[in-house]
């Protein structure tokens, strides 16, 4: 163990015991950024940065218990991603389905996918929902695996859901406009009856949601890391949680 290895373990201690034991997120949101401009950057492949950025997050969810998260969301695939060229995407979706049977296969979280999965190829779809099958009972973390996800997308389906639903009770476009409220879409979305995300982290030093949770992220905090995602350390983490633990939120006033 190197000098610097050492200072940065007094450091990581140092901040974890300031973080206050009850001021922690109940659902932390990621956005997992930076995993090609890593794989420059240390002479590999985009797959190569990809499957770094995969085995970098069961490291993440350990972190996560830690501290008594709940719910985290992970974003691996946009629905802008599903138009990259085959040769690019095949890969991807490979080592996304390993990433998810790995999740599945620890036993530990309860995995769940968020996505438009009819936009999925066949095999990836069946991965997503297998694992969730599998870890329907456990009863550890809750690890949403946001896959062919976009905000707008989820939004659309949710009035999609929400017409259908109406529809079939028999109630008229001019009856629901006069009781809709936001409840009513939020009770569609891809995250249902969980809480919405206090704390959401993008990697790779991008300042921006990309769509990312964009209903349930009205009232988080953000917060924005120059690591790239393959590179996202614990001390990193930390920050984040001191970061949100030191602000007053005031959820939209």
Known sequence: MGLSDLVYGVYE????????????????????????RWAKTAGTTSAGGWRAGGDKIVEFLGWCEEVHVEVVTLWLLSTNNLSRPESELTPLLAIIEDTVRGLADAGRWRVHPV??????????????KDAAARTANVEGLLVNVAVGYGGRQEIADAVRALLTEQAG??????????????????????????????????????????????????????????????DFRKVDFLRALRSYTVRQRRFGS
């Open 169 to 230: 009770r028999g109630t008229s476009i001019e009856e629901l406009a006069e009781i809709l409220e936001s409840g009513h879409i939020a009770e569609h979305l891809y995250t249902k009856g969980q809480p919405d995300p206090d704390l959401v982290i993008r990697t790779s030093g991008e300042q921006r949601l990309s769509g990312f949770l964009m209903w349930q992220s009205a009232h988080s905090e953000f917060y924005f890391c120059e690591a790239y995602w393959p």
């Open 13 to 36: 201690r140092r901040l974890a015991s300031s973080l206050p034991a009850d001021g922690m997120p109940r659902h932390v949101g990621v956005i997992l950024d930076g995993n090609r």
């Open 115 to 128: 996505g438009a999965l009819d936009l999925l190829p066949d095999a990836t779809s069946a991965v997503l």
